[in-house]
């Protein structure tokens, strides 16, 4: 886990990409 809390780069650009799909 990343120790500030939250997620990491990598794990928030995912998030990002599925919400595209979802929204297209």
Do not use: I, Q, T, Y
């Not at 809390?5 to 595209?20: C, N, T």
């Amino acid at each position: 886990p990343v120790e500030s809390g939250g997620h990491d780069e990598a794990e928030l650009a995912l998030l990002k990409v599925e919400l595209m799909v979802k929204l297209s």
